[in-house]
């Protein structure tokens, strides 16, 4: 269901490697959008919807997770996507919300196109099936290098590892790598924020960034 009209909400995706910070960095934007007067959505990926949140816990729960193919991991996840964007995202933006997005198509691209090595022609062309014309009107990339993502994961002290959590700094490094080479090629969307600044630091820069291109 791509959107009919010119919607006067947001899009804001979020990206970045296990362990960046974006959860912190997004509450940190919603309240202060909010407290400037804008209607705020925050949502994350995958999950969003009952259906995504499904499809989340066979992703990242699974027991058989680990024998999970890269193709199915593909499309497990742009299903979640797609039913977010059509249920969630899209009404959203057509009502005028700023909707902030805990990771977006890109994510696709970078873990399972680039990660897993799966061809880039494909894993695009469902990405833009999945999302229509439902684009990020920016995306603040959270940048940490790989060794720290995976430092500040054994940090957490809850709950296990999920699937994702469990990769190796190669992983890591290749979609750092990955993120960054997308960054540079779409400048016009896409924004790069030194994640090893401390919270407040980064929050002031990723709001300079969002008044100075979402108006």
Not at 22 to 42: D, F, M, P, W
Not at 87 to 99: C, K
Request: proline share 4%; glycine share 8%.
């Amino acid at each position: 269901m791509p959107l009919k009209q010119k919607p006067s909400g947001k899009l804001i995706s979020f990206e970045g490697s296990e362990g960046s910070g974006k959860s912190t960095q997004i509450a940190r934007l919603a309240a202060h959008l909010q407290k400037a007067g804008r209607e705020v959505l925050s949502t994350r990926e995958p999950g969003g919807t009952e259906i995504g949140e499904q499809i989340r816990n066979i992703i990242v729960h699974n027991s058989k997770g680990d024998e999970m193919c890269a193709e199915t991991e593909l499309l497990l996840f742009t299903a979640a996507r797609a039913q977010l964007v059509r249920e969630v995202i899209a009404p959203a933006l057509t009502r005028g919300v700023i909707v902030l997005s805990d990771r977006y198509l890109d994510s696709s691209t970078v873990y399972q196109g680039i990660g897993r090595n799966l061809a880039a022609d494909p894993v695009n062309q469902i990405n833009r099936f999945a999302v229509g014309n439902v684009m990020p009107d920016l995306t603040i990339v959270i940048d940490v290098p790989e060794k720290v993502s995976l430092a500040r994961l054994k940090q957490r002290a809850s709950d296990l590892p999920d699937r994702m959590e469990r990769e190796n700094i190669d992983f890591y490094t290749k979609v750092r790598e990955g993120y960054l080479v997308l960054a540079k090629g779409m400048p016009e969307r896409f924004v790069v924020v030194d994640g090893t600044k401390t919270e407040e630091v980064i929050a002031k820069r990723i709001w300079e960034e969002v008044q100075d291109r979402v108006k």
